[in-house]
């Protein structure tokens, strides 16, 4: 998996604070508007845009914030052009680092995180000099409470019908990891289930984690880097569990 726990990052997520709520809320509607671009503002058809804005709703977002992303993204409510952005680095410890950003100022972000991982001890790196230690992957992750209490094998049969390379059973829940192409047809078998999942993303994977010798460190920049209003996910090859 993942080098930081994905977990914790949920639980902190969902204990946002009223004064943190605004900018989650602005992060939510950037991912938005970008899939609305990308695939139009249809949730039924484009896949992309019905999981984020399924995220913004787990987020309780208002519906008035969402409709006004999508419009913004089809270009009928059009302000600063949003750029996706991939940034590679190191950090502490020469970890692997992987941010997804979206943003109206590239070049402003890009200053901000290499000052940020430069302070870590680490740097921003050329493309594709660390994403070759990550797999692009489909995860869902499912609360051990929303799991259903019965039919837990019929499940997991369905979800390796539907595509799903594995099913990670954790103390907190199952991960359920899937090629990007069946990804969608694995979340159509979560919801036939009736079963709300905690994440449902395409997410990168570290192939081989390590561990750090200073974790504290790196959980700090983790963290700065989570909070960064242009940034949307971060992910490492540090095993931090």
């Known amino acids: 998996m993942s080098g930081h726990s994905k977990w914790s990052q949920i ?3 969902k204990a946002v604070t009223d004064n943190r709520r605004a900018a989650v809320f602005t992060k939510l509607a950037k991912a938005i508007s970008v899939a609305a671009r990308a695939g139009g503002g249809d ?3 484009n896949f ?3 999981l984020a ?3 913004a709703r787990e987020a309780n977002m208002p519906n008035d914030n969402v409709e006004r992303a999508i419009k913004k993204g089809t270009g009928a409510d059009s302000e600063h052009e949003l750029h996706e952005v991939v940034y590679e680095g190191y950090g502490p410890d020469g970890i692997a680092v992987l ?3 979206v943003t109206d100022n590239k070049n402003r972000a890009t200053s901000e995180l290499r000052n940020m991982l430069s302070k870590s001890g680490g740097s921003l790196a050329s493309t594709n000099s660390v994403a070759w ?3 692009h992957k489909g995860i ?3 609360a051990a409470d929303a799991l259903p209490k019965d039919n837990r094998d019929e499940l997991q049969l369905a979800l390796i019908d539907a595509g799903a390379d594995d099913v990670q059973e954790e103390p907190e829940g ?3 990891i899937s090629p990007k192409e069946s990804f969608a047809r694995v979340s159509e078998v979560v919801h036939a289930y009736n079963i709300t999942a905690d994440t449902q993303a395409i997410e990168y994977i570290a192939k081989t984690p390590t561990t750090p010798a200073h974790p504290k460190a790196v959980e700090a920049l983790i963290a700065e880097l989570e909070e960064h209003d242009d940034i949307d996910n971060v992910y490492t090859n540090a095993d931090l569990s």
């Open 11 to 13: 639980k902190r997520q």
């Open 43 to 45: 949730i039924d058809t």
């Open 99 to 101: 941010i997804e950003a």
């Open 174 to 176: 199952w991960t359920i």
């Open 53 to 55: 804005v399924q995220k």
């Open 140 to 142: 869902i992750r499912i």
């Open 133 to 135: 230690q990550f797999e």
């Open 48 to 50: 992309k845009l019905r």
